[in-house]
């Protein structure tokens, strides 16, 4: 940032940022975050719709083609603990992953486009609710938000990386996420007459160390795969056999294959409790966000982006997929794409991670973001 106009810019983003720090909303509930959005829009002198309850759309220049930029727009059910003088005024709720810098970052583009509009075919911004949920990014699809889109892009603020520095890889960046749900049902009884129950929490208990042994003993070492039981809830009392346990939690794999196998050696390993434990066993599997997988040309172009904006030394490889999910893999099922990472490391905060309660980024990244945006979204009409 130099000179009057990019210090005031950047006052501008800062500003938008923390009045949504402020005021975090759950997802499909943004309608506040939304109104503001609008509002900042016309203030630039651009005109937008709501769309899916909380979404807004808004329209630059003329396409097809059209090429889209998102972010994401939802806060998490967190009680924030920065002690940042723009700290949440909503108990419980708090922006702990940064989208309120994607939008601040969105809005900026737009006042970049506005300034300097894209000569052949026209810019779609994307401000999308409910990420964290899912469901967000369909409900936009279905509300036309790709209609005669040629390509999207899309990004998230990330603390492994620092300020200047943008992380771009091609092809998948971002795991299938599934949940599994699973349900024990024993017999319950007296705590001192085990002969006469069948006990639910020791069968539990057994189930959650089989479960280990899927990755570790049958999954390639070399493709990055979890299974996490997140949740064990059984019994009652401290003399009483649990009649029932309730496992839920969650799986991330990067490949479709790998996906498979876990998904039947869940089945397999809970069939084989019902021998092994004399209990009854129902397994769930709900499936999650599709993987993130970011075309060819759409990663060279971000990559030029990320180089008029960063610098060749800023552009940075990311060492491995990340096992997290993200939403936006759903309009990548419906156009080509790329989603890239923003490093936004604060110090003093390097090590509290996203969706914690001391979570923060690095500002001085919000105008990095902005000109990504415009850069992107310019270069992509253009070729
Ligand atoms: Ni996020």
């Known amino acids: 940032m130099s000179g009057p106009e990019g210090e005031e810019f950047f006052r501008w983003l800062v500003a938008i940022r923390r009045h949504i720090h402020r005021f975090p909303e759950l997802a499909f509930q943004e309608e506040r975050t939304a109104d503001f959005i609008q509002k900042k829009l016309?203030?630039?002198?651009?005109?937008s719709r709501r769309v899916a309850g909380?979404?807004?759309?808004?329209?630059?220049?003329?396409?097809?083609?059209?090429?889209?930029l998102r972010a994401d727009m939802d806060a998490l059910p967190i009680t924030e603990e920065t002690g940042l003088p723009f700290a949440s005024l909503v108990p419980g709720v708090m922006h702990a992953c940064g989208h309120d810098g994607h939008v601040a970052m969105l809005l900026g583009a737009a006042a970049l486009l506005r300034k300097d509009p894209p000569v052949k075919g026209g810019v779609r911004l994307i401000f999308q609710p409910a990420e964290e949920i899912g469901g967000g990014a369909r409900a936009m699809i279905e509300a036309g938000a790709l209609e005669g889109v040629s390509a999207i892009f899309g990004g998230h603020i990330d603390r492994h990386y620092r300020v200047g520095e943008i992380a771009i890889n091609e092809g998948l960046i971002c795991a299938y996420t599934d949940r599994f749900v699973i349900r024990l049902r024993g017999r319950g009884g007296h705590a001192a007459w085990p002969q006469e129950a069948v006990d639910a929490v020791v069968a539990g208990a057994f189930l959650v160390t089989a479960i280990q042994t899927l990755v570790s003993r049958e999954i390639h070492?070399?493709?990055?795969?979890?299974?996490?039981?997140?949740?064990?809830?059984?019994?009652?009392?401290?003399n009483v056999i649990a009649e029932e346990a309730f496992l839920e939690g969650t799986i991330r794999a990067t490949h479709s294959e790998i996906r498979k196998k876990i998904h039947q050696g869940?089945?397999?390993?809970?069939?084989?409790?019902?021998?092994?434990?004399?209990?009854?066993g129902q397994l769930e599997i709900i499936e999650g966000y599709p993987p993130v997988i970011n075309s060819p040309r759409e990663t060279e172009v971000a990559r030029e982006a990320a180089r008029r904006v960063v610098g060749e030394a800023g552009v940075r490889r990311m060492p491995h997929p990340s096992?997290?999910?993200?939403?936006?893999?759903?309009?990548l099922e419906h156009v080509p794409g790329c989603f890239v990472r923003f490093g936004a490391m604060k110090a003093g905060r390097e090590h509290i991670p996203a969706h914690s309660p001391g979570f923060d980024f690095d500002e001085r990244v919000l105008p990095l973001g902005a000109r990504?945006?415009?850069?992107?979204a310019r270069l992509a009409l253009e070729g």
């Open 372 to 376: 990504f945006f415009f850069e992107v």
């Open 42 to 47: 016309s203030e630039l002198g651009l005109s």
């Open 323 to 331: 096992l997290g999910g993200e939403d936006f893999s759903f309009y």
């Open 54 to 68: 909380t979404g807004v759309l808004c329209d630059l220049g003329a396409g097809p083609p059209w090429v889209a």
């Open 221 to 238: 070492p070399a493709y990055p795969t979890v299974v996490t039981v997140g949740r064990f809830q059984a019994g009652t009392a401290h």
């Open 266 to 280: 869940l089945r397999r390993i809970v069939r084989g409790l019902e021998e092994l434990h004399r209990i009854s």
